[in-house]
């Protein structure tokens, strides 16, 4: 079991896949992002970390809002192309059928089984990057996505992105219940 | 295609499980986290997002050091185990076989297909957690897990958390090429 180390380098793990949306300019644009995570459970907010160069900041800066949404496995196609087309070239406000929540300049899509609009709470500056983060005011999905009243991420069919290899992945299945099968190793451990 | 509004909550989605290693009081501790990103390219960092009262926070602030890495599936149970069981009440320091790289205070987790140690650079607070922001300065696997030199997330296979529902999910099969799939649906706008 030798290690190696292969140095200061961005890692290879699964990256759940969401499409941030904002107005920009008037429009409304999207963009693939998988550098994000939820950062606070009361109140729920979730940060985004984006190169600062993309068209999307301004939009958030300026309105102070964005959404982000989870697509399904059957969007990979045009989630990958909201990744490779920058706003700046490309309109995007149109391949997505699009709906508004509480607010009114967070666009959300219609086609993914999980929208959230966000209310821009904080910006944080790290090398290259701006992280925002976003309290989540409301959360969007259809009756077909949940199970006993709950989303279910099986329903769902969310994708993952790895990066060094550039691959997106499907999920797999069930493997146990968390905050549960630990117990077993603490049994073991007695 | 009705939507429904679950409000202000927290999302369902698969976020990578990893496990961060601290030194508090002078021994190794170690805590599943689910709630991480990468949030700069260059140079290489990831942040993580604690709630304030975990014992592991205290050890980051000490020595402004930590580590991160991601179990294979066949870790579940003792991955789940660092999740429920705090250090306050239990001594984590010899369940893995730890060692070190350059930094003296970030155990790395030899069971582990892959180990970041990252010095801190940034607190962040928001709500009830801490965001703190590592600087990835080694990151370690085995040849094994390589394909053509470059960590192969197939080989590694970490798992993923949904939370909502607290289940565990496998890795899937690869779907597509990312920033490569997307050119279809940009041919088709033309």
């Given at each position: ?70 697509p399904s ?10 990744g490779i ?102 049994e073991r451990?007695?």
């Amino acid at each position: 079991m030798d290690k190696i180390n292969l140095g200061s380098t961005i890692p290879a793990y699964p990256m759940p896949v969401s499409i941030v949306g904002t107005i920009v300019n008037g429009k409304a644009n999207f963009m693939a992002v998988a550098w994000f995570t939820m950062v606070s459970y009361k109140p729920p907010r979730i940060a985004i970390a984006l190169g600062k160069g993309h068209f999307t900041n301004p939009g958030i800066k300026e309105n102070k809002t964005f959404s982000i949404s989870l697509p399904s496995e059957d969007m990979v196609e045009i989630t990958d192309f909201c990744g490779i087309v920058t706003g700046k070239k490309t309109d995007k406000s149109e391949i997505f059928d699009v709906f508004y929540g509480e607010l009114e300049t967070a666009p959300l899509i219609k086609e993914c089984p999980l929208s959230m609009e966000c209310k821009l709470v904080d910006t944080v500056v790290s090398g290259l990057n701006e992280i925002f983060i976003g309290e989540i005011v409301g959360t969007y999905t259809e009756e077909r996505f949940l199970t006993d009243g709950k989303l279910d991420v099986g329903k769902m069919k969310p994708f993952l992105l790895s990066q060094p290899d550039t691959a997106y992945w499907g999920l797999g299945e069930p493997i146990a219940k968390a905050w549960s099968i630990g117990k077993k190793f603490k049994e073991r451990l007695k």
